[in-house]
């Protein structure tokens, strides 16, 4: 068992096509490259086939793998709007599709 990811249900505060998303991962798989693969497919798939128009993920900063995924792939990074101890990123599916043109989901 690797981990789970996905996208979160929409909240009255959003709209269908901005979605939250999470991954949790197993230890075992830590620094294994797999959290970066997970990470792009899944937005690959929500940008390509969900027709979301964003994507978001809130984190702990002291998680500097997390931030490492988001900077390479091209996310807005920012303190976040719930808590002064958590950070927040976003990526369009315009932007995302810009720096990550390799990924494609059929």
């Given at each position: 068992f690797l981990g789970v990811q996905g996208f979160l249900p929409v909240t009255k505060e959003q709209s269908v096509s901005q979605r939250e998303f999470g991954i949790l991962l197993n230890p075992a798989a830590f620094g294994k490259g797999i959290a970066y693969e997970s990470v792009s497919s899944m937005l690959g798939y929500g940008f390509q086939r969900m027709g979301l128009s964003d994507a978001f993920a809130y984190y702990n900063p002291l998680n500097i793998a997390v931030e490492?995924?988001?900077?390479?792939?091209?996310?807005?990074?920012?303190?976040?709007?719930?808590?002064?101890?958590?950070?927040?990123?976003?990526?369009?599916?315009?932007?995302?599709s810009a720096h990550n043109s390799e990924i494609h989901i059929d």
């Open positions: 490492k995924i988001a900077q390479h792939l091209h996310f807005h990074l920012s303190d976040s709007p719930r808590k002064a101890d958590e950070r927040y990123c976003i990526i369009s599916a315009s932007e995302f």
